[in-house]
T-cell receptor, first 114, second 113 residues
Framework: AQSVTQLGSHVSVSEGALVLLRCNYSSSVPPYLFWYVQYPNQGLQLLLKYTSAATLVKGINGFEAEFKKSETSFHLTKPSAHMSDAAEYFC????????????FGKGTKLSVKP | DSGVTQTPKHLITATGQRVTLRCSPRSGDLSVYWYQQSLDQGLQFLIQYYNGEERAKGNILERFSAQQFPDLHSELNLSSLELGDSALYFC????????????FGEGSRLTVL
């Protein structure tokens, strides 16, 4: 069964600092991988997705993620944090290529200090 | 605005009762998904419909049921409610069931007292 593990339920960074949110996946087949963001009192919004094309994926709001098969990782990064990045971030994997439902990690809450 | 509409936004009810949550997908999207979000379980996939037919089933309790109507809106029915059913219920939609790019509504927050 496919699964996703997000290391760290809370991450705090200073404004302007590097953001690194970790995600490791377990999959017996090449996965589709996603990062979603949830702002307070809102639904989830797609940040970026990996679907076996380029291993470095660029998303919205300056975020990017790199697929590393050897490490089964798909970490999310942003060079310089902004106050507006404070939110909860979810990594997700698609269990089967032919199905769209996603398996989500537990989420990482990002705080940005001024 | 994702284009996915969920009603009601908030619902408070008592144990043993039954509620219905409604979802209107984005225009043109054929797939609808239901997820439950709680503090202890995180985001749990419940069920998926594609063009009116059940496509995939996740951790959905037997007390819960769903359907997708010909106009593609979907309803999630929760019955014999328990305290532990208190959660945020999200509906999401996608144009097909291949890409995994889901568009989420703002959720329906259910409180069972």
């Amino acid at each position: 069964a496919q699964s996703v593990t997000q290391l760290g339920s809370h991450v705090s960074v200073s404004e302007g600092a590097l953001v690194l949110l970790r995600c490791n996946y377990s999959s017996s087949v090449p996965p589709y991988l996603f990062w979603y963001v949830q702002y307070p009192n809102q639904g989830l919004q797609l940040l970026l997705k990996y679907t076996s094309a380029a291993t470095l994926v660029k998303g919205i709001n300056g975020f990017e993620a790199e697929f590393k098969k050897s490490e089964t990782s798909f970490h999310l990064t942003k060079p310089s944090a902004h106050m507006s990045d404070a939110a909860e971030y979810f990594c997700a994997v698609s269990p089967l290529v032919s199905q769209g439902n996603l398996i989500f990690g537990k989420g990482t809450k990002l705080s940005v200090k001024p | 605005d994702s284009g996915v509409t969920q009603t009601p936004k908030h619902l408070i009810t008592a144990t043993g009762q039954r509620v219905t949550l409604r979802c209107s997908p984005r225009s043109g999207d054929l797939s609808v998904y239901w997820y439950q979000q709680s503090l202890d379980q995180g985001l749990q996939f419940l069920i998926q419909y594609y063009n009116g037919e059940e496509r995939a089933k996740g951790n959905i309790l037997e007390r819960f049921s769903a359907q997708q109507f010909p106009d593609l809106h979907s309803e999630l029915n929760l019955s014999s409610l328990e305290l532990g059913d208190s959660a945020l219920y999200f509906c999401a939609s996608s144009v097909d069931f291949l890409t995994g790019e889901l568009f989420f509504g703002e959720g329906s927050r259910l409180t069972v007292l």
